[in-house]
């Protein structure tokens, strides 16, 4: 095999399709996105360093839940979380209810930022990221431009951060995320809850995949 | 023992450090009322000019002049600085305006045994700020005075000239003869005395310590204040940004002594018609390094225009308080941070707003408004006892049609306390609810309204 293939292949940038990318599992680490399924399909969960999309129809549809162990990732390393832009305020006394130890829980750092126009929002997520501080880093956007993705991409590269990026459903062009999650939200017809069905766009080690539908997945707290 | 220093050009040279095209110039200050040259540079000096030299005889020698006018107040506001550095080395200073200061070096006897170690440190404080100094070492304030202006190394070799004595007494001690200190010493004092009265006494008796002198000395300044004038008219914030950088790493140098840093600079531009423009960088978590200090700067002004040219900058520093250091974790490893949380919660904050960079922290109360607070951002989260609380709050509780809301569980009582029971029942039944499209929301029931809010979100 050529030289700079091969070392695309060692850095874990390129992987065979049958194959999962674990040469570079020693750069980066995988936390759980709290459900099986999902961390299987996703080769053990969430990678640090790399960019992570969710897509949702709408806000407030389990999107939160599946980052919540990255939250307990980086809160039992001291690093900050920032939420940019959300929809609605994080709430207090239920990310406290996180399950970690007392002394661990009381010194999360959440930070919220409310730029008012979209290119302040992500110029401070690249700030951030090049900054190397954050632990988990949440950007919530309507359209980020493809060379906003790259850029961001290039930041976390080196910031050891969780990275994801929320927004309403998007074209299926090619953009900079390791992973790719589009979230599809109905209607139990039965019980009338709200399920959920993972669309994996694109992800590490792996077709595309759509899998089965779920509940909505819970928020992790007591 | 004390130590006198005089700074005869103090202003010029400093002028020149920040402006080095100066030196290649004939420069002097001159005092604008009565417009008398005040200071110079050496290349003045070689042209023949004179502290004292009215200017228009000044501009007779050399057509190359370049006049700038001595300003009093900077005059004072740079010994009160240099002061300041010397305070570093020596505990004892009195300032002598406009340009000398004494430095008593026996509270220092135990660090610096001999007047030479004195002197190596007082050359080592002065030697950043570029500038030419003459010094004189005496028993007392004013013979040690009298060698550093007359340059002479004998207290009895002192011209009568420098003696601070009244003219008619110079002119009469001239007339008879004696032009040196040790030739007026000389004679018996009680004759003197009967021949010349009781100046000359009294300046006897201080010269030869008999008669304390009464020195104010000087106390170390809380704040840091610098202006700067500039040397031509600057008109973009690009053209101000080498000489605030100038004054920054000054700050950063006062700072350094002290261990502090700073959380707010004023920053004043002094236009030509009197007018100021001020900007105000507030840090909120501190800072202290030009280079960060600078970068904050610019992103400050980037966001005000510039309405006419600058003629000088201030520079103020307040709210100082102690560094904060950040401890790293040994075990953990190197951390791969470029730059502290502070820092970078600092140049969030300049460019976004103050309002929009914050923490969220727990409070110990039981009602949902209550419960959590903004927090300065960086600041832990806290703890609580609340359970079964959504991730998502809507800060302002939106009134919802409850037909399009199915509730599951609840209801979750909460009331206001007797104490702020003032605008009527304040009671509130809190239920988790699902929205009809699936979604699980917080809703609550008011009382006092009665109606339906949704004031959260799960998942």
């Known amino acids: ?222 | 023992m004390w130590l006198y220093v005089t700074l005869p050009h103090l202003q010029l040279e400093r002028l020149q450090v920040i402006q080095p095209d100066l030196q290649r110039q004939v420069a002097v200050l001159y005092d604008e009322q009565q417009q008398l040259v005040v200071q110079m540079n050496p290349l003045a000096q070689r042209a023949g000019i004179r502290v004292g030299m009215t200017l228009a005889d000044a501009w007779t020698l050399t057509e190359q002049l370049q006049p700038y006018p001595y300003r009093e107040t900077q005059q004072r506001a740079l010994l009160h600085h240099l002061a300041s550095d010397l305070y570093h080395a020596f505990a004892v200073i009195s300032l002598d305006s406009p340009a000398g200061l004494w430095l008593d070096t026996k509270p220092m006897q135990k660090l610096y045994p001999q007047l030479q170690h004195s002197l190596t440190q007082l050359e080592l404080q002065l030697q950043p700020w570029q500038i030419s100094y003459r010094h004189g070492a005496g028993k007392t304030p004013l013979v040690a005075k009298l060698l550093a202006l007359s340059g002479m190394q004998q207290a009895a070799d002192v011209p009568i000239d420098y003696l601070p004595c009244s003219p008619v007494l110079r002119q009469k001690l001239k007339r008879m003869g004696i032009h040196t200190l040790g030739a007026l010493q000389a004679i018996p004092r009680p004759v003197a005395g009967r021949r010349l009265g009781q100046e000359l006494v009294i300046l006897l008796a201080r010269i030869q310590g008999e008669q304390q002198e009464t020195l104010r000395y000087f106390s170390p300044p809380v704040w840091f204040t610098q202006r700067l004038p500039l040397l031509a008219e600057a008109g973009s914030w690009q053209a101000l940004s080498f000489p605030l950088k100038r004054l920054l790493q000054e700050l950063e140098h006062f700072l350094e002594g002290r261990q502090q840093q700073t959380r707010q600079l004023l920053l004043s531009f002094y236009h030509r018609d009197e007018r100021v423009t001020k900007l105000q960088v507030g840090l909120a978590h501190g800072g202290y390094q030009a280079e960060a200090l600078l970068r904050f700067c610019q992103l400050k002004m980037e966001a005000v225009q510039l309405l006419a040219p600058v003629l000088e900058i201030g520079l103020q520093a307040k709210q100082l308080q102690p560094r904060q250091h950040e401890a790293g974790d040994l075990l953990q490893g190197p951390r791969t941070a470029t730059k502290s949380l502070a820092q970078l919660l600092n140049e969030l904050q300049l460019r976004l707003g103050q309002q929009q960079v914050f923490g969220v922290q727990t409070v110990n109360e039981y009602l949902t408004e209550l419960s959590w607070q903004r927090a300065p951002a960086g600041a832990a989260l806290g703890n609580t006892e609340l359970e079964k609380r959504p991730p998502w709050l809507i800060e302002q509780p939106l009134p919802v049609d409850i037909r399009q809301w199915h509730l599951h569980q609840g209801p979750e009582r909460y009331a206001s306390p007797w104490w702020q029971k003032q605008n009527g029942n304040g009671a509130r039944d809190y239920w988790q609810a699902q929205h009809h499209d699936g979604r699980q929301g917080w809703l609550f029931y008011d009382y006092r309204h009665q109606h339906w809010y949704l004031h959260g979100w799960f998942s």
């Open chain 1, 1 to 222: 095999m050529q030289a700079p293939l091969q070392q695309l292949f060692d850095r874990g940038s390129l992987w065979l399709g049958n194959q999962q990318a674990h040469a570079a599992a020693d750069q980066t680490s995988f936390v759980t996105t709290g459900q099986f399924e999902l961390d299987q399909a996703l080769g053990g969960g969430w990678q640090s360093q790399r960019l992570h999309e969710i897509q949702v129809p709408q806000c407030f549809i389990g999107e939160l839940a599946l980052v919540a162990p990255a939250f307990m990732r980086a809160t039992q390393q001291q690093r900050p979380i920032f939420w940019i832009s959300p929809p609605a305020v994080p709430y207090a006394p239920a990310l406290a209810q996180l399950p970690l130890a007392e002394s661990e829980r009381e010194q999360a750092k959440h930070i919220v930022l409310t730029p008012a126009r979209p290119a302040d929002a992500l110029w401070a997520a690249e700030t951030i990221l090049h900054s190397g501080q954050a632990g988990v880093l949440l950007l919530w956007a309507e359209q980020p431009s493809t060379i906003a993705i790259r850029r961001l991409h290039l930041a976390a590269a080196e910031s050891g951060a969780y990275v994801f990026i929320v927004s309403p459903w998007q074209a299926e062009e090619a953009r900079s995320y390791a992973t790719r999650l589009r979230v599809h939200f109905s209607q139990d017809g039965v019980t009338k809850n709200g399920q959920v069905q993972w669309q994996l766009l694109k992800r590490t080690g792996g077709w595309p995949l759509r899998l089965a539908r779920q509940p909505l997945p819970q928020w992790p707290g007591k």
